[in-house]
């Protein structure tokens, strides 16, 4: 039997055993979904057994419980560490979904729900793929399972659980499809993730609120020194000023310049697609290589004195921040975090005070495209999708791919499925049932290609 034949011949049992997950709403930023998150991974546990795992365990942390599974075909074999994740981002403003998130439907060739690609759907793939291989006896080599549920808020007990549990996870790649290609006509690798820095900035003037006709004009005003320090830091060419920021930023190559500029991009259907006239961004790259291998800085959210209907004239005591930094391989996440506190406090005027919380963060990756596994997963991809994926690097980030090469020294393989309409995050996320297909075959064919 073929690896098309048997995936035709259980695709509505698969797309069940996705729907099993997608419907409990394992939301990790929720406290109240503490329940679901240990339902979701024992959901997980059924499926990995009746695909064909020798076992599967839920497994404490300090948080939110890891699911971990194994399938030995021999000891001296090499091992592959699936890594995928069972959580997933609230799903508010209900208001916005034209169906339940938590209730799947098929609609126009799409699965719509929480959790379709981000990361029930992708996490799929893999045990589906596996499965195919297993029963057509395609897999010469150990398959190991790890699915956490805090990918979404950081994975802020995962790095523990790897350094307790070396042993257990030892394996020679790690396989992880929880990233993109560039569109379904031109699949692609990810070779490259940017790194992460996030933080939470206080801005504090008087004691209280005052009344702004007394008090304008003589007192400074948090929201408006904080909204200048904020625009300050990146300059008129897109230039983030923090001094010593881009010490360890490396260069693209010439060669991966040309290989970027290869990429099929549509610059006005990308701005027609998001709804702005124009681009902006660091001058001398291009929009490519802007939101994959350079780093950038974002306000993600600003607030502080009267924001409720009607006017309240009023001087506010406090403003806020949470800002972050995409960073690229080679910048340390936390030696940006210290380099953002100590510019701030110098340029911060004496008339405030400023406090900074650094929170979640992560370094960057590159995988090596002579990487065995990756080759195995190019010539894969090539197979079910009928065209060689494009190696490219990714903007966003992933922190616990790093933290797996630092804890475990394993290099990880990037094999994602997800397209940018599949709306992950947003209300109405969606995934294509022909992807999800594709995505399962490519997982078998690369098992049979990795020995």
Same mark, same amino acid.
């Given at each position: 039997?073929?690896?098309? !034949?048997?995936?035709?011949?259980?695709?509505?049992r698969?797309?069940?055993?996705l729907? !099993?997950?997608?419907?409990?709403p394992?939301?990790? $930023?929720?406290?109240?979904?503490?329940?679901?998150m240990? $339902?979701?991974?024992?959901?997980?546990?059924?499926?990995?057994l009746?695909?064909?795992?020798?076992?599967?365990?839920?497994?404490?942390?300090?948080?939110?419980?890891?699911?971990?599974?194994?399938?030995?075909?021999?000891?001296e074999?090499?091992?592959?560490l699936?890594y995928?994740?069972? =959580?997933v /981002?609230?799903?508010? *403003?209900?208001?916005?979904?034209?169906s339940?998130?938590?209730?799947?439907?098929?609609?126009?060739g799409r699965?719509?729900?929480r959790?379709?690609?981000?990361d029930?759907?992708?996490?799929?793939?893999?045990v589906?793929?596996? @499965?195919?291989?297993?029963?057509?006896?395609?897999?010469?080599?150990?398959?190991?399972?790890i699915?956490?549920?805090?990918?979404?808020?950081?994975? &802020?007990?995962?790095?523990?659980?790897?350094?307790?549990?070396?042993?257990?996870?030892?394996?020679?790649?790690i396989?992880?499809?929880?990233?993109?290609?560039?569109?379904?006509?031109t *699949?692609s690798?990810? !070779?490259?993730?940017?790194?992460?820095?996030?933080?939470?900035?206080?801005?504090?003037?008087?004691?209280?609120?005052?009344?702004?006709?007394?008090?304008?004009?003589?007192?400074?005003? *948090?929201?408006n020194?904080?909204?200048?320090? /904020?625009? =300050?830091?990146?300059?008129?060419?897109?230039?983030?000023?923090?001094?010593?920021?881009?010490?360890?930023?490396? @260069?693209?190559?010439p $060669?991966?310049?040309?290989?970027?500029?290869?990429?099929?991009?549509?610059?006005?259907? #990308?701005?027609?697609?998001?709804?702005?006239? @124009?681009?902006?961004?660091?001058?001398?790259?291009?929009?490519?290589?802007?939101?994959?291998?350079?780093?950038?800085f974002?306000?993600c959210?600003?607030?502080?004195?009267?924001? @409720?209907?009607?006017?309240?004239?009023?001087l &506010?005591?406090?403003?806020?921040?949470?800002?972050?930094?995409?960073?690229?391989?080679?910048?340390? %996440?936390?030696?940006?975090?210290a380099? +953002?506190?100590?510019?701030?406090?110098?340029?911060?005027?004496?008339?405030?005070?400023?406090k900074v919380?650094?929170? %979640?963060?992560?370094?960057? #990756?590159?995988?090596?495209?002579?990487?065995?596994?990756?080759?195995?997963?190019?010539?894969?991809?090539?197979?079910a999708?009928?065209k060689?994926?494009?190696?490219?690097?990714?903007?966003?980030?992933? &922190?616990?791919?790093?933290?797996?090469?630092?804890?475990?020294?394993?290099?990880?393989?990037? /094999?994602? +499925?997800?397209?940018?309409?599949? $709306?992950?995050?947003?209300?109405?996320?969606?995934?294509?049932?022909?992807?999800?297909?594709?995505?399962?075959?490519?997982?078998?064919?690369?098992?049979?290609?990795?020995?």
């Amino acid at each position: 039997m073929s690896i098309q !034949t048997y995936i035709q011949s259980n695709k509505e049992r698969f797309l069940e055993e996705l729907f !099993t997950l997608i419907r409990i709403p394992s939301v990790s $930023a929720k406290q109240e979904h503490k329940p679901d998150m240990e $339902a979701c991974a024992q959901q997980w546990v059924k499926i990995l057994l009746s695909s064909g795992a020798d076992q599967a365990v839920v497994m404490p942390t300090q948080g939110n419980p890891v699911v971990y599974g194994e399938k030995i075909y021999a000891p001296e074999a090499p091992t592959v560490l699936v890594y995928a994740h069972y =959580d997933v /981002m609230p799903a508010e *403003p209900f208001g916005l979904w034209n169906s339940d998130p938590f209730e799947p439907e098929i609609r126009d060739g799409r699965i719509w729900a929480r959790g379709a690609d981000d990361d029930k759907g992708q996490g799929m793939i893999q045990v589906k793929g596996f @499965e195919t291989a297993l029963k057509l006896d395609l897999l010469r080599c150990n398959v190991k399972f790890i699915f956490e549920g805090e990918e979404e808020i950081g994975s &802020p007990s995962l790095e523990a659980f790897c350094n307790e549990n070396k042993e257990l996870l030892k394996a020679d790649v790690i396989l992880v499809s929880d990233t993109s290609m560039i569109s379904k006509e031109t *699949p692609s690798l990810t !070779t490259g993730l940017r790194g992460l820095a996030y933080w939470e900035v206080e801005v504090t003037g008087p004691n209280r609120d005052l009344h702004s006709g007394h008090f304008g004009g003589a007192v400074a005003n *948090p929201v408006n020194v904080l909204c200048k320090l /904020m625009a =300050d830091i990146v300059d008129e060419n897109g230039k983030i000023t923090i001094p010593g920021f881009y010490d360890h930023v490396e @260069e693209v190559s010439p $060669a991966e310049r040309e290989m970027i500029a290869q990429i099929p991009f549509d610059e006005e259907k #990308y701005k027609e697609a998001i709804g702005v006239k @124009e681009l902006s961004g660091e001058k001398g790259y291009s929009t490519l290589e802007r939101n994959s291998c350079r780093p950038s800085f974002d306000i993600c959210g600003i607030w502080g004195g009267y924001t @409720e209907e009607g006017s309240k004239t009023v001087l &506010p005591s406090k403003a806020y921040a949470k800002v972050s930094c995409r960073l690229v391989p080679h910048q340390d %996440h936390t030696h940006i975090s210290a380099l +953002f506190e100590e510019y701030l406090m110098k340029v911060a005027p004496a008339t405030v005070k400023i406090k900074v919380t650094p929170c %979640h963060g992560g370094q960057g #990756y590159v995988c090596p495209i002579d990487l065995p596994a990756y080759q195995a997963a190019e010539k894969a991809m090539g197979i079910a999708f009928g065209k060689k994926p494009l190696a490219v690097r990714r903007g966003g980030s992933i &922190p616990i791919i790093s933290t797996f090469e630092e804890v475990l020294g394993i290099k990880t393989v990037l /094999m994602g +499925f997800g397209l940018e309409q599949d $709306a992950i995050h947003s209300p109405n996320e969606s995934f294509e049932l022909d992807i999800f297909y594709k995505g399962i075959e490519s997982v078998a064919e690369f098992y049979r290609e990795y020995k």
